[in-house]
């Protein structure tokens, strides 16, 4: 059933390119622990242990004011659609902001997106299959658009204060650093 690798293999790489969904889960020593579900073209992989995710604007931002406080994350991926198969990536992780310039290096290999908020690279150390006998078959119909309607709307100023006054700070009371100090 389980099996597990130390990188992602070929077959693996291929599977994610497939999913239109992951899940992200990290958490701080204390507080809660968070998993978000992600989705779009929003992931890449460097190579068989390195990652990059852009993470877009959202109601929170707990992800990274968990990594603050503890670098640890996973990302899942689930096969709702043919052969069975859970996939667990297991790492290190850094965020990024646009002020960053590593985040000036990777943003390119991205579509262009207002709501972009921060790169998440990500070093994988542990790579898990299991079986995936549970999950459900379900049919992919389309990508939601309305995250991306809703930030083009707002702009990147309104967006800038969204961030000021939804993602500063976690449900944990963490600081996620998404602007700079004196802003």
Known sequence: MGKQFSEINDDLQDFVKRQKIFF???AAKDGRVNISPKGHDTL???SPNKLLWLNLTGSGNETA???LKN???TIMFCAFEGKPLILRLYGKAKIYHERDTE???YINMFSNNVGSRQIIEMHIDLVQT???FAVPFMDFKEERGMLNAWSEKQGKKRIKMYWQE???MSIDGFETHILPKNK
């Open 103 to 105: 985040f000036q290096e």
């Open 44 to 46: 890449r992989i460097l």
């Open 24 to 26: 992200v889960g990290t």
């Open 65 to 67: 004011a968990h990594l």
């Open 166 to 168: 939804k993602n500063t």
């Open 71 to 73: 670098d640890r994350m």
């Open 130 to 132: 299991s079986c995936g």
